[in-house]
């Protein structure tokens, strides 16, 4: 009914559906938010910012609208100082971070992750931190980002939105003309930098490529040396990645909403939906939220606020998650082979 609301423009239903989505599933973000802008399009500015108060973070897809909303660029807090070499110490000596590290070091990541969870049970800010440290340390980068993430109290930028493989990421911007912040956050949402890992359904690498678009996107730009065997190869991998997903920036004219969407569910439905409700009629918010598929939804919600911190981290400037939304995007070039 909302998302419905939202394509309509009436603000009325908007503001009545998000109040019982609220009083079901409490301060959701994404309610919260669409119920400010509603009483915002309704005229109630001042019950619109609290509401906007409410949620604004530099974290969260809808935390970063709703901190632009009350006039504000998404701007990231200090880095926490590095942890104390003592609790590193402490941390990197306890048998449960041993056995997960080792799981993780032999590529069997479910086992890992969950022997890391047991890890890290209880633990308060400093010891997370150490924690974290550890795994950073040894290149598992998916266990130190989920250990940083429990952190409540503070930030460790190194840590929660770490920036391995930069020679590789930094080439394939490069070469694509994708911004290195929109491959970081792409990546962090596909891998968490994982190099080496294959999903149940057959995706490979740090951007998650299936064999038959890493051999297509291969011939499209004409990498001779292009072997199957080296689609988990780091630099191969992400040249590959950042190929396809400029293609798709250029087939939606630059919309990362819709790239990103594409990537993740298959360039014709996005095709299909933009048919259905153009998104200049939409806005890029509204696409986001309109999009049917669940899982799509939460993936481009997460890659673009992930993009937007690492814009932040690469450039030392505020950012701008509208920006990211608008139908023509920064930092993207046009020419990419078509797409069929």
């Not at 930094?170 to 999903?199: M, N, P």
């Not at 996005?270 to 993936?299: H, M, N």
Request: aromatic share 8%; proline share 6%.
């Amino acid at each position: 009914m909302l998302r419905a609301a939202l394509r309509a423009q009436d603000w009325a239903t908007v503001d009545d559906v998000a109040q019982r989505l609220i009083q079901r599933d409490g301060m959701s973000p994404e309610w919260v938010y669409w119920r400010a802008t509603a009483q915002r399009r309704l005229g109630h500015d001042e019950v619109a910012r609290a509401l906007y108060a409410d949620v604004a973070s530099p974290w969260n897809f809808y935390g970063q609208l709703s901190t632009e909303a009350l006039g504000l660029k998404i701007e990231l807090p200090p880095s926490a100082a590095p942890p104390r070499a003592q609790a590193v110490a402490l941390q990197r000596a306890r048998l449960a971070v041993r056995r997960a590290l080792a799981l993780y070091a032999l590529h069997i990541y479910p086992p890992a992750a969950q022997q890391w969870s047991f890890a890290l049970r209880g633990l308060d800010d400093g010891a997370l931190h150490a924690a974290a440290q550890v795994a950073c340390e040894q290149r598992a980068w998916m266990l130190c980002i989920d250990a940083s993430e429990r952190m409540k109290g503070r930030v460790d930028w190194n840590q929660r939105y770490a920036m391995p493989f930069q020679d590789a990421i930094a080439a394939a911007s490069r070469s694509s003309g994708v911004s290195e912040a929109l491959l970081y956050g792409l990546i962090r949402q596909e891998s968490r930098f994982a190099d080496d890992i294959k999903s149940w359904a057959g995706a490979n690498g740090l951007m998650q490529l299936m064999p038959q678009t890493a051999r297509w996107v291969a011939r499209k730009i004409g990498m001779a040396d292009y072997s199957p065997a080296n689609i988990s190869h780091a630099r191969t991998n992400v040249e590959l990645g950042s190929a396809y997903l400029g293609m798709l920036l250029q087939r939606f004219d630059g919309s990362q909403a819709m790239a990103a969407a594409g990537y993740n569910a298959g360039p014709g439905r996005p095709a299909r939906w933009r048919a259905q409700d153009p998104l200049q009629q939409l806005g890029g918010a509204v696409f986001t939220e309109s999009i049917p598929i669940t899982e799509t939804r939460g993936y481009v919600e997460r890659v673009l606020a992930n993009a937007t911190i690492y814009a932040a981290r690469l450039s030392g400037q505020p950012q701008s998650l509208q920006a990211r939304l608008e139908l023509s995007a920064p930092d993207v070039a046009a020419s990419h082979p078509p797409m069929p």
